[in-house]
C-alpha cells in the first residue's frame, strides 16, 4: 500500500530513532544495521548493541529488586545493499556460532532477519517501503556512475538529481544535497579503502605463498587503510586505535602517525 508524504512524516514523528534502533511509540525496540560488506556475525554484534541499549534504559540497582523487571521487547534487522550475492531473505541465529549446544532448556536464542535491499524486479520489500526503495534506488545510481566512469562526488550528484526527478524522497534530497554529499562519500572512501585493503592483503599472501603471509598482509593492509582513514580525516586516532584494537600509542608507532 502506497502512503502520502503528509503520512510518512506523521509516522516518523511516532519514533524516536538512533543509529541502530528505534522506540516506537515506546512500546518496541528496533535494531537495524545497515551493510554494504556481508557479515555472518550479526547476532553477536545486536546482542552486545542491546546489552549497552538496557544497561542505558534500566537503572542500575533494577537487577536486585524482588518484582520483575520489564523491558521493552527488542527486534532486529539487517538490511544488505552490498555487491555480493546475497539471497533476498535468510536468517542469522546466535546459536549457530556456538561451539556445542547447550542441554535442557539454557540456550539463548537470538535470530536476526537480514533482507537484501538492492534494487531487484519484483522485490516485494522495496514495493511496499517508499524510503527504502528511494535509498536503494538511489545507491544502484551512485554505483551505476561510479561504474561508468564518473568522480563519486559527481555520481552521487547524478543520483540525487536523478531520485528528484522521479519523486524519490525528492524533498529530502533537495533539502539536505550538502549533507547527502558529504556522509557518503565518507562512507564510500571507508568501503573503498577496505576493499583495497582485502586485495593488497591477498596479493602479499600469494606473494609468499603461506597462510602466515595472508595474516601479515591482513594486519598491515587493516594498519594501512586506517591510517589513511586518520589521514584524511574520516577517522580519530582513538578510533582507528579502538578498532585496531590496540592502544593509542601503539597504533600511532605501527602506522607511523
Keep these: 500500500m502506497s502512503t502520502t508524504r503528509g503520512q510518512r512524516r506523521r509516522a516518523k514523528t511516532e519514533c524516536r530513532i538512533n543509529q541502530r534502533f528505534l522506540c516506537i511509540k515506546g512500546r518496541l525496540v528496533v535494531l537495524i544495521e ?8 550479526m547476532p553477536l554484534r545486536f546482542l552486545w548493541y542491546l546489552a549497552k541499549l538496557y544497561r542505558r ?56 532477519p537480514c533482507y537484501n535491499v538492492n534494487v531487484t524486479p519484483g522485490s516485494e520489500l522495496l514495493e511496499k517501503c517508499y524510503e527504502l526503495r528511494s535509498y536503494s534506488v538511489f545507491v544502484a545510481k551512485v554505483r551505476e556512475g561510479k561504474d561508468s566512469g ?16 522521479h519523486d524519490l524522497m ?11 554529499l558529504d556522509m557518503v562519500s565518507t562512507k564510500w572512501d571507508w568501503n573503498e579503502a577496505l576493499r583495497v585493503a582485502r586485495e593488497d592483503a591477498a596479493e602479499m599472501a600469494r606473494e609468499e605463498g603461506m597462510e602466515k603471509g595472508m595474516e601479515k598482509g591482513m594486519e598491515k593492509g587493516r594498519w594501512t587503510t586506517l591510517a589513511e582513514l586518520v589521514q584524511k580525516g574520516i577517522l580519530t ?14 597504533f600511532r608507532k605501527l602506522a607511523a602517525l
Design 34 to 41: 545497515q551493510q554494504s560488506t556481508w557479515n555472518p556475525n
Design 237 to 250: 586516532i582513538k578510533d582507528a586505535a579502538q578498532m585496531a584494537g590496540m592502544s593509542e600509542g601503539k
Design 170 to 180: 525528492a524533498d529530502y534530497f533537495k533539502e539536505n544535497e550538502s549533507e547527502v
Design 150 to 165: 564518473m568522480t563519486l562526488d559527481d555520481a552521487i550528484i547524478a543520483a540525487m538529481r536523478y531520485c528528484i526527478t
Design 57 to 112: 534504559q534500566v537503572p542500575r540497582d533494577m537487577q536486585y529488586h524482588i518484582k520483575l523487571v520489564r523491558l521493552e521487547t527488542p527486534e532486529f534487522y539487517v538490511l544488505y545493499n552490498g555487491r555480493d550475492e546475497e539471497p533476498p531473505y535468510q536468517v542469522l541465529r546466535l546459536e549457530d556460532a556456538f561451539e556445542e549446544t547447550p542441554a535442557g532448556d539454557s540456550l539463548l536464542r537470538l535470530h536476526v
